[in-house]
């Protein structure tokens, strides 16, 4: 099942913040980050395992709730270079396979 | 340098005719997987492959077929019984299946005119 995404867009001025969510309605063991620019493919982020280890950028932070089967993108002091399409993919139970939510549309302006 | 490549960039089929999509690795990585997205969508699961001679449906494998006979190779075949494929292809690969970073190509668009 699809996990969901929130919110569905964003517009910030550099050096603003934001957090993306993504909820799933079912256990999960980890939860991927990427973010895609137009046209192009989606860039690694982070990855976050259930039992707490995270693989990722030293830039990027982002949280896992196990129990409530979620997890936040935090995007502090943004630059230009941070707008893109946001996308969380989930794994859980038994299919290892990886279900990407829509995205979050960002969009930092000068 | 190691990486992902898929060719062609930009494709254009004629309707009734089967394509394959190429997607190559050097990063000596186990598991491959083909994804199409459509506009303002997220990526969904076509195949994946864990490893040489092995691979598995996903969530959208019908009208699409596969072959990984190389573990650096695992091309894509679109085929007439595909009902509306023109999409953003993207393949990736990770060291192992399930729980591991994703490394994707660049890509490719094909337009079924």
């Known amino acids: 099942q699809q996990p969901v995404q929130s919110p569905q867009a964003v517009i910030l001025r550099e050096g603003e913040d934001a957090v993306i969510n993504c909820s799933s309605s079912?256990?999960?063991?980890?939860v991927h980050w990427y973010r895609q620019k137009h046209g192009e493919a989606p860039v690694f982020l982070m990855i976050?395992?259930?039992?707490?280890e995270q693989k990722g950028h030293e830039k990027i932070s982002a949280s896992f709730n196990e129990k409530k089967q979620q997890s936040s993108l935090y995007l502090t002091a943004s630059q230009l270079s941070y707008s893109g399409t946001y996308f969380c993919?989930?794994?859980?139970?038994?299919?290892?396979?990886?279900?990407f939510g829509s995205g979050t549309q960002l969009t930092v302006l000068p | 340098d190691g990486g992902i490549t898929q060719s062609p960039k930009y494709l254009f089929r004629k309707e009734g005719q089967n394509v394959t999509l190429s997607c190559e690795q050097n990063?000596?990585?186990?598991?491959m997987y083909w994804y199409r997205q459509d506009p303002g969508q997220g990526l969904r699961l076509i195949y994946y492959?864990?490893?040489?001679?092995?691979?598995q449906k996903g969530d959208i494998a019908e009208g699409y077929s596969v072959s990984r006979e190389k573990k650096e190779s695992f091309p894509l075949t679109v085929t007439s019984a595909q009902k509306n494929p023109t999409a953003f292809y993207l393949c990736?690969?990770?060291?192992?299946?399930?729980?591991?970073?994703?490394?994707f190509g660049p890509g490719t668009r094909l337009t079924v005119l």
């Open positions: 990736a690969s990770s060291i192992q299946w399930g729980y591991n970073e994703q490394f």
């Open positions: 079912k256990a999960l063991y980890s």
């Open positions: 976050l395992l259930k039992g707490g």
């Open positions: 993919g989930t794994e859980g139970g038994s299919a290892r396979q990886l279900t």
């Open positions: 990063l000596n990585h186990d598991a």
């Open positions: 492959s864990q490893i040489v001679n092995d691979f």
